[in-house]
């Protein structure tokens, strides 16, 4: 049994109950780096190279949390998902694919890195040879890996049929490690649709957005994300665009945003970007204009490493109560 | 059609005479300047690479001029690089030009439309298609030429005695070049240019140091995105080679020319390739760089530049590795001609004291 430490950022908040129903069901422990803080965000900043922007920094500050606390840090490669784009070649940001190299180069006494390279394009079965790839290393055979992704699929679905019910990834996380209840998540008393849309790492940060999410809820305003939104409908949305974009997260993003702008009951959107974030500047001017175009009102928060709570809020009250006398003079 | 193009270092001339064989006229694009730049910095997202900034500055510029249709380059990612055509044409209705971007994608991507966009140009301006391949075929031949005359300014400019001479004499050759209206006119032109280049006086007593340049392509191109910088370091005395150059593909005397080959060089330090860009071109290259015995390597990449960050982050380890000083400058809008002037003193002074305390142990070895 070996430890194996996962940090609670990227891709983490869509494809943790995978990876952790995997491992477990292999018979080993896997550690989750704490969420976020100022101290992970500061040994971040430290370690990676300055230019990067936040999440990759903030990456870097969760890895380092991980030294003593586990036998392997599972940093997969993670290089595409589905063979989607115009020419078929979306991959996740370069920033991703370079992820575990730069690690490597950055921090010291790493712990070994487990770097299994996830590329879906070829089909679906290339998860399942992943898998086994990183069983192979950890030393077991074939067929308890099988039984194991087996185990892991079905937990994922379980879990993305929570976010098909509206259930946002940070609750829906919650939900499966039973730390909540479905019954328990409130569903009412909100009187205003605020779609949210952005990099799941952002959004469902807390320490990123400064408590963003929470701030909507306290102001009345029930959150949408694109990741409750199904494939089917987020890939519809290609065709209002000239050309897709080359990044996973980004199509999502675009596409959740495209789609929201369209549905008359919801009032506002709003983009939340990291600092530096290289696809973001096509992202955010792209929902920008198009937002224009469908005459929805469009709110950009921009985050970094000196965001303070009260900035944050001040631009968010402001939206809302925009919002609110749209909605009041209609 | 009044067809205009990005500026891309010297490039234009050969894209100029391009578009105009054709049967169009061309929109020269201006040198990028600081009101390219500034035009740029209004109207594009905040976080875009100064490429990006560059080149909306240059189609808002020659839109001025009355260009209806500009002609560029796609992409298939994952640098953001292929995307810019479209958030351009985005961002230029909004501003109610009318000007219409056609961008080249890769052709193996999508072929038929490769094809379509060439039929459109060639049809627009009346020739026929074996006219048309001859006009592809010299325009090439120009862009060769340049690249040749560049690479040899770049050779004599540390041994020149007359500071400037050399650029001067670039220009000249340049020019030559840019009168040239047949293959073998500009083989002639070439053979002239070379000689009027290799005739500036030279002192090659002198032993420079050699610089190798790496980094995303825009800036390592555009001189007058990256402040001349391959001009600043020959005149300070240091020979430089970069790794690019729009004809690199098809030259096997270059130390940098198959991409294959640098994938697999770069490989013990980054797994993955490609990751968009030259990012891991940048890694491989130091590499070759150091065993051809250059003294240092220059990173020239945009602010923000995805690859290049990558790149950057793991430089410092193949630094170590082959001993080998790497310089990082990340170029934007902010930056200044001093600024880059002052880090490259400071970087070529450790690069000849480096040589000197090697030159030493030798000795006393």
């Not at chain 1, 970007?273 to 920008?288: H, N, R, W, Y």
């Not at chain 2, 220009?171 to 006119?185: F, G, T, Y």
């Not at chain 2, 690019?244 to 270059?254: K, M, N, P, Q, V």
């Amino acid at each position: 049994m070996a430890k194996i430490g996962i940090p609670r950022t990227l891709a983490y908040f869509l494809y943790f109950p995978f990876w952790q129903a995997f491992f477990t069901e292999l018979g080993h422990q896997v550690v989750v780096s704490p969420p976020t803080t100022k101290a992970i965000l500061d040994r971040g900043v430290e370690d990676a190279v300055n230019d990067a922007c936040i999440p990759i920094k903030i990456y870097h500050g969760h890895v380092a949390k991980l030294i003593g606390k586990a036998d392997f840090i599972f940093s997969p490669r993670l290089v595409s998902l589905r063979r989607h784009g115009d020419f078929g070649t979306e991959t996740f940001c370069p920033k991703f694919l370079g992820l575990p190299d730069m690690i490597r180069v950055a921090i010291d006494k790493l712990p070994p890195v487990i770097d299994t390279r996830i590329d879906l394009k070829p089909g679906k079965e290339e998860l399942l040879k992943a898998c086994q790839e990183t069983g192979d290393m950890l030393g077991h055979e074939g067929k308890e890996v099988l039984a194991a992704y087996k185990k892991a699929l079905a937990v994922q679905k379980r879990f993305n049929q929570l976010l098909a019910k509206g259930v946002l990834p940070h609750l829906a996380l919650d939900i499966i490690e039973g730390k909540k209840k479905e019954e328990d998540l409130n569903r009412d008393g909100f009187d205003l649709n605020i779609a949210v849309v952005g990099y799941p790492y952002v959004i469902y940060d807390p320490y990123v957005n400064v408590g963003l999410l929470k701030l909507l809820e306290k102001e009345k305003a029930r959150v949408y994300t694109q990741d409750i939104l199904s494939n089917k409908i987020l890939n519809k949305q290609q065709k209002y665009i000239p050309k897709s974009l080359f990044w996973y997260f980004s199509n999502r993003a675009v596409y959740g945003g495209l789609y929201f702008m369209k549905q008359k009951d919801i009032d506002g959107i709003i983009h939340v970007t990291a600092f530096a974030c290289g696809p973001d500047s096509m992202v955010d001017k792209l929902l920008e204009i198009e937002c224009n175009k469908h005459n929805k009102p469009y709110l950009t928060v921009s985050v970094d490493e000196h965001s303070g709570e009260a900035g944050v809020r001040t631009r968010i009250e402001a939206f809302v109560d925009m919002l609110r006398y749209r909605r009041a003079t209609r | 059609m009044k067809i205009s193009f990005p500026h891309m270092g010297h490039s234009y001339i050969a894209f100029k005479w391009l578009v105009e064989n054709i049967g169009h006229e061309c929109i020269v694009p201006p040198e990028p300047s600081k009101r390219t730049l500034d035009l740029g910095v209004r109207y594009a997202p905040e976080f875009a690479c100064i490429p990006f900034k560059i080149l909306m500055g240059t189609y808002l510029e020659v839109a001025e001029k009355g260009a209806e249709v500009i002609i560029t380059s796609g992409g298939m990612g994952p640098c953001r690089a292929g995307y810019y055509w479209v958030m351009h044409q985005y961002i230029l209705n909004e501003l109610g030009k009318d000007l219409e971007i056609i961008a080249f994608e890769p052709p193996l991507c999508d072929l038929k439309d490769f094809w379509r966009k060439l039929h459109r140009l060639r049809k627009s301006g009346g020739l026929s298609v074996r006219e048309f391949i001859q006009v592809i075929k010299t325009a090439w031949e120009k862009i060769k030429a340049i690249d040749d005359i560049e690479m040899r300014s770049h050779e004599v400019r540390p041994y020149e005695i007359n500071r400037g001479d050399t650029t001067r004499a670039l220009w000249k050759a340049l020019d030559m070049i840019d009168k040239a209206n047949s293959v073998k006119e500009i083989e002639e032109a070439r053979q002239e240019g070379l000689k009027v280049i290799n005739q500036v006086p030279q002192d090659l007593s002198r032993n420079p140091l050699k610089v190798g340049i790496v980094g995303e392509i825009y800036v390592v191109l555009e001189p007058a995105a990256n402040h001349y910088i391959q001009i600043m370091l020959g005149e300070m005395g240091v020979q430089t080679d970069r790794s690019i150059y729009l004809t690199s593909y098809t030259r096997e005397s270059a130390i940098i020319n198959r991409e294959e080959d640098i994938f697999a060089v770069a490989r013990p330090y980054i797994k993955e390739a490609p990751i968009g860009g030259h990012g891991v071109n940048s890694i491989g290259e130091t590499i070759l760089y150091a065993k051809h015995g250059f003294d240092g390597v220059v990173q020239l990449a945009p602010f923000a530049c995805i690859p290049e960050i990558v790149a950057k982050s793991i430089l410092p380890k193949v630094s170590r590795d082959y001993d080998i000083p790497v310089l990082t400058l990340f170029i934007d809008e902010q930056t200044g001609k001093a600024g880059v002037q002052t880090r490259l003193e400071a970087f070529v002074d450790l690069l000849e004291k480096r040589r000197e305390s090697k030159k030493r142990e030798r000795l006393v070895v």
